[in-house]
């Protein structure tokens, strides 16, 4: 069965002049190799959980709260364990930036729902910043206050969430006005079931009268659209 874990590393390398400073604040998890896998529940937990508290103390007290069998292997877990001890490890964390990188990779979509429910209610609060990097923007869009796009190591948007309505739309395209729409020069053009959808970056809202409905794009469809632009 193919499962994934998350492991946590802190962040910044060896280098960093105050290292027990930034493990107070700042923890990376990350899908979990085979080697992880391999291991029992509870080793994986003391191995990778840092707080205040002794780790295998801090470990031992969130997983008692959950189902999950103490000496389980990794890979022997069903996938709602799976999740289980995912946001277990999450929530054992004493930080005050969490970067979360495909933390539901190879999960059902219940299943991620479940995590990504459970981390909001459970864990974030105004002292805590949540760093997420997925391909699954869809499923994130309605929790995230700033974006990032990233393509091929270059960075293809920056903004809060509640900027993109200012600065985007999208024009869902009346059949006979698609010429007119286009000298307003879209930066992305799709058709679905037969309609043209056109993009638009800083255009004012009256450009658009008559053309079409006008609506703000999904962070997803965003998403999309700004990394096709980006590709030669």
């Given at each position: 069965?193919?499962?994934?874990?998350?492991?946590?590393?802190?962040?910044?390398?060896?280098?960093?002049?105050?290292?027990?400073?930034?493990?107070?604040?700042?923890?990376?998890?990350?899908?979990?190799?085979?080697?992880?896998?391999?291991?029992?529940?509870?080793?994986?937990?003391?191995?990778?959980?840092?707080?205040?508290?002794?780790?295998?103390?801090?470990?031992?007290?969130?997983?008692?709260?959950?189902?999950?069998?103490?000496?389980?292997?990794?890979?022997?877990?069903?996938?709602?364990?799976?999740?289980?001890?995912?946001?277990?490890?999450?929530?054992?964390?004493?930080?005050?930036?969490?970067?979360?990188?495909?933390?539901?990779?190879?999960?059902?979509?219940?299943?991620?729902?479940?995590?990504?429910?459970?981390?909001?209610?459970?864990?974030?609060?105004?002292?805590?910043?949540?760093?997420?990097?997925?391909?699954?923007?869809?499923?994130?869009?309605?929790?995230?206050?700033?974006v990032l796009f990233i393509d091929r190591g270059r960075v293809v948007?920056?903004?809060?969430?509640?900027?993109?309505?200012?600065?985007?739309?999208?024009?869902?395209?009346?059949?006979?006005?698609?010429?007119?729409?286009?000298?307003?020069?879209?930066?992305?053009?799709r058709t679905l079931f037969g309609k043209t959808i056109m993009l638009?970056?800083?255009?004012?809202?009256?450009?658009?009268?008559?053309?079409?409905?006008?609506?703000?794009?999904?962070?997803?469809?965003?998403?999309?659209?700004?990394?096709?632009?980006?590709?030669?």
């Open positions: 069965m193919h499962t994934n874990l998350p492991t946590t590393e802190l962040l910044p390398p060896p280098s960093c002049a105050k290292p027990d400073i930034v493990r107070r604040f700042l923890a990376w998890v990350q899908s979990a190799n085979e080697d992880a896998r391999a291991q029992g529940v509870s080793a994986l937990a003391r191995a990778y959980l840092y707080s205040d508290l002794p780790a295998s103390v801090r470990a031992e007290a969130v997983l008692a709260t959950t189902n999950i069998r103490r000496h389980s292997r990794i890979g022997e877990l069903s996938k709602g364990m799976i999740t289980q001890l995912h946001l277990t490890l999450i929530l054992a964390i004493n930080a005050r930036l969490l970067v979360l990188d495909e933390p539901t990779l190879g999960l059902d979509l219940i299943y991620r729902r479940q995590f990504y429910d459970t981390l909001l209610s459970d864990y974030f609060d105004q002292e805590r910043t949540i760093l997420l990097t997925t391909h699954q923007v869809e499923e994130v869009e309605n929790l995230l206050t700033d948007l920056d903004a809060t969430v509640d900027a993109l309505a200012g600065r985007f739309v999208q024009l869902n395209v009346a059949a006979d006005k698609i010429d007119a729409a286009r000298e307003l020069q879209p930066f992305h053009v638009f970056e800083n255009r004012p809202a009256e450009s658009f009268a008559g053309l079409g409905e006008v609506r703000t794009p999904g962070i997803a469809d965003l998403f999309e659209a700004k990394i096709q632009a980006a590709t030669p």
